[in-house]
Nanobody
Framework: QVQLVESGGGLVQAGGSLRLSCAAS????????MGWYRQAPGKQRELVAV???????NYADSVKGRFTISRDNAKNTVYLQMNNLKPEDTAVYYC?????????????WGQGTQVTVSS
């Protein structure tokens, strides 16, 4: 089992910045993928940014150039720096960890943190 503790959401004006943090209860080295998803009202959950194997990253097209995912391996923590925020970035942001064990994928989710961007 993996516990995830998120922090850093809030209310910000368009053009502002926020940084989200997600601390995992297990070593990042035991994780196959770790990153952030978001879900806006009435929409499906979507990938925002994620670390995959090694140091590879994957970003949603809508956030490229504005958001940066990073991590601190010693703290088992992943961060999402969000700059030049737009009202369409408003959503609940969820931290995700995926582990692959015996060829099966296991997804773990944080409790979610609200990000609201006002115009």
């Amino acid at each position: 089992q993996v516990q995830l503790v998120e922090s850093g959401g809030g209310l910000v004006q368009a053009g502002g910045s926020l940084r989200l943090s997600c601390a995992a209860s297990v070593s990042i080295f035991s994780i196959n993928a770790m990153g952030w998803y978001r879900q806006a009202p009435g929409k499906q959950r979507e990938l925002v940014a994620v670390f995959t194997s090694g140091d590879s990253t994957n970003y949603a097209d809508s956030v490229k150039g504005r958001f940066t995912i990073s991590r601190d391996n010693a703290k088992n923590t992943v961060y999402l720096q969000m700059n030049n925020l737009k009202p369409e970035d408003t959503a609940v942001y969820y931290c995700n960890v995926r582990r692959v064990m015996l060829s099966k994928e296991y997804d773990y989710w944080g409790q979610g943190t609200q990000v609201t961007v006002s115009s």
